[in-house]
């Protein structure tokens, strides 16, 4: 790992503070941060939100074996990699993860993707899934400079019993796991 960084989003009116836990890895370790990532997902973090931006390393490998973890509590989580409904969809399911969005098609999963999902979190908490999908159609389109619903293909659906129970989505700070598994970040890049 080359970083940790702990970042604070104070709230506003009406909104939950969010803090963020990004690690950032070296490119030649994204081996290692999927690996982080999956047991987060399984259950060995408490964040309440497990995040996974950067390169769909599932696409160039079989995935690790990592097991649910017995008495754990697999967590909610986010893939923004590409075609990540595809890859990581099956992984996540086996462990008992819950994904909150996934990606449909090639994408770019930069940075301004993790501000929208920490500031529709501190809006809505993690009950409402699509608010947190809309908040990522919404900046995608911006920045890639494509129409919303250029944007909105990319991004899976949200079923619509999706929702976290509310005493599941409470707490006061959703947190990303691994930047590697926050953004798998090659050094140099």
Same mark, same amino acid.
């Given at each position: 790992?080359?970083?940790?960084? /702990?970042?604070? %989003?104070?709230? *506003?009116?009406?909104?939950?503070?969010?803090?963020?836990?990004?690690?950032?890895?070296?490119?030649?370790?994204?081996?290692?941060?999927?690996?982080? !990532?999956?047991? =987060?997902?399984?259950?060995? +973090?408490?964040?309440?939100?497990?995040?996974?931006?950067?390169?769909?390393?599932?696409?160039?490998?079989?995935?690790?074996?990592?097991?649910? @973890?017995?008495?754990? #509590?697999?967590?909610? /989580?986010? /893939? @923004?990699?590409?075609? +990540?409904?595809? !890859?990581?969809?099956?992984?996540?399911?086996?462990?008992?993860?819950?994904?909150?969005?996934?990606?449909?098609?090639?994408? &770019?999963?930069?940075?301004?993707?993790?501000?929208?999902? &920490?500031?529709?979190? &501190?809006?809505?908490?993690?009950?409402?899934?699509?608010?947190?999908? #809309?908040?990522?159609?919404? &900046?995608?389109? %911006?920045?890639?400079?494509?129409?919303? %619903?250029?944007?909105?293909?990319? !991004?899976?659906?949200?079923? #619509? =019993?999706? $929702?976290?129970?509310?005493?599941?989505?409470?707490?006061?700070?959703?947190?990303?796991?691994?930047?590697? $598994?926050? $953004?798998?970040?090659? *050094?140099?890049?």
């Amino acid at each position: 790992m080359l970083r940790e960084l /702990v970042i604070d %989003r104070a709230a *506003a009116h009406e909104e939950r503070p969010v803090r963020l836990l990004l690690h950032a890895y070296a490119g030649d370790r994204i081996d290692s941060a999927l690996e982080d !990532f999956l047991r =987060a997902a399984a259950g060995a +973090s408490q964040a309440d939100l497990v995040v996974w931006a950067g390169h769909d390393r599932l696409m160039d490998r079989a995935p690790p074996g990592i097991q649910p @973890l017995p008495g754990a #509590t697999p967590r909610p /989580v986010v /893939v @923004l990699a590409c075609m +990540s409904e595809q !890859f990581f969809g099956p992984v996540l399911e086996s462990l008992g993860a819950r994904p909150v969005v996934l990606t449909r098609t090639l994408m &770019a999963p930069e940075a301004y993707l993790l501000e929208a999902l &920490a500031s529709a979190t &501190a809006r809505h908490g993690l009950t409402e899934p699509a608010a947190l999908r #809309t908040a990522l159609v919404d &900046a995608y389109a %911006r920045y890639q400079r494509i129409t919303r %619903r250029s944007a909105s293909s990319v !991004f899976s659906r949200v079923p #619509t =019993a999706q $929702a976290l129970p509310r005493d599941a989505a409470t707490p006061a700070a959703p947190a990303t796991a691994p930047r590697s $598994a926050s $953004a798998p970040s090659p *050094a140099g890049r």
